[in-house]
T-cell receptor
Framework: GENVEQHPSTLSVQEGDSAVIKCTYS??????FPWYKQELGKRPQLIID?????GEKKDQRIAVTLNKTAKHFSLHITETQPEDSAVYFC??????????????FGQGTTLQVKP | DARVTQTPRDKVTEMGQEVTMRCQPI?????VFWYRQTMMQGLELLAY????????DSGMPKDRFSAEMPDATLATLKIQPSEPRDSAVYFC???????????FGQGTRLTVV
């Protein structure tokens, strides 16, 4: 089945700097790659997603890139702010025989933005 | 504002007792997921339903866990008997169709003593 690896597990940056979180996946049939943000004590919420027919997607200060050949995708946050501090999860799902519709998450990255 | 609703929010129970967690997916959503979140394991997929049919429960300990969808408005996750290692936050999520945004409920924080 699908396996998603996420790095780093923790990331500390100064306010205003950029943050990059990277994920790799194992199933080449995966075609949907969302990113979720989870604040302390809250539910995970979608912040951006990308599909396999697109290489990059941007929404204000956040962007996601996808390399299907290498089976990895990354989240980029520019001009970080203290309110960006949270746990970020990448995930993958697809339509292959082993993971149709199953949403598999990476282990999470705890981002701390220092004022 | 449609949301996934989970009950109870918090549950403390003694080892060996049965625990039932409930989830009301967003009306019209066809996919339902159950996840377990611990500090060490992140978001671990326990079960996945599409149109109320269980598609995958390979992540679930079969001897003590069971997941069902008696109807389109209710998904349940049962643990019998519960053990201290089951202590975690259990999230339910629903999605309109495969490979679209999954909306999470508030979670059930389970503590087994």
């Amino acid at each position: 089945g699908e396996n998603v690896e996420q790095h780093p597990s923790t990331l500390s940056v100064q306010e205003g700097d950029s943050a990059v979180i990277k994920c790799t996946y194992s199933d080449s049939a995966s075609n949907y790659f969302p990113w979720y943000k989870q604040e302390l004590g809250k539910r995970p919420q979608l912040i951006i997603d990308i599909r396999s027919n697109v290489g990059e997607k941007k929404d204000q200060r956040i962007a996601v890139t996808l390399n299907k050949t290498a089976k990895h995708f990354s989240l980029h946050i520019t001009e970080t702010q203290p309110e960006d501090s949270a746990v970020y999860f990448c995930a993958a799902s697809g339509q292959g025989s082993s993971n149709t519709g199953k949403l598999i998450f990476g282990q999470g990255t705890t981002l701390q933005v220092k004022p | 504002d449609a949301r996934v609703t989970q009950t109870p929010r918090d549950k403390v129970t003694e080892m060996g007792q049965e625990v039932t967690m409930r989830c009301q997916p967003i009306l019209g959503h066809n996919t339902v997921f159950w996840y377990r979140q611990t500090m060490m394991q992140g978001l671990e997929l326990l079960a996945y339903f599409r149109n109320r049919a269980p598609l995958d429960d390979s992540g679930m300990p079969k001897d003590r866990f069971s997941a069902e969808m008696p109807d389109a408005t209710l998904a349940t996750l049962k643990i019998q008997p519960s053990e201290p290692r089951d202590s975690a936050v259990y999230f339910c999520a629903s999605g309109l169709v495969d490979n679209t945004e999954a909306f999470f409920g508030q979670g059930t924080r389970l503590t087994v003593v």
